[in-house]
């Protein structure tokens, strides 16, 4: 049974910085990478950054590149974003996800990825 588990969410102020993490638990579960999502109020779930665990390759999506930053520890199974200069459109709910093992690419499609975190809540407001 493979469980991803987000934490760090909360109510921030524009311009506050906040740091989320997702730790994956699973006997042997190694997939290629991982990323996060987020999904606003009535929005549609939007990519947001991915990683691979070999070589730390990352990609981010257009609407938080150079604010956000995704990073990894394999040793401790764990992914985070960290979020910079946060504006009150990030406000949503973030997921992280996984593919399954036998997928050796990572893609900006929800529908991409197999497992799923239960989501932590970011609110950037004044």
């Known amino acids: 049974q493979v469980q991803l588990v987000e934490s760090g969410g909360g109510s921030v102020q524009p311009g506050d910085s906040v740091r989320l993490s997702c730790v994956v638990s699973?006997?042997?579960?190694?997939?290629?990478?991982m990323a996060w999502f987020r999904q606003g109020p009535g929005e549609e779930r939007e990519f947001v950054a991915s990683?691979?665990?070999?070589?730390?390759?990352?990609n981010y999506g257009e609407s938080v590149k150079g604010r956000f930053t995704m990073s990894k520890d394999n040793a401790k199974k764990s992914v985070y974003l960290q979020m910079n200069s946060l504006k009150p459109e990030d406000t949503a709910v973030y997921y992280c996800?996984?593919?399954?093992?036998?997928?050796?690419?990572?893609?900006?499609?929800?529908?991409?990825?197999?497992?799923w975190g239960q989501g932590t809540q970011v609110t950037v407001s004044s």
């Open positions: 996800a996984a593919p399954s093992v036998d997928k050796v690419v990572l893609t900006t499609r929800p529908s991409w990825y197999d497992y």
């Open positions: 699973g006997r042997t579960f190694r997939s290629h990478g």
């Open positions: 990683i691979t665990w070999f070589g730390g390759m990352t």
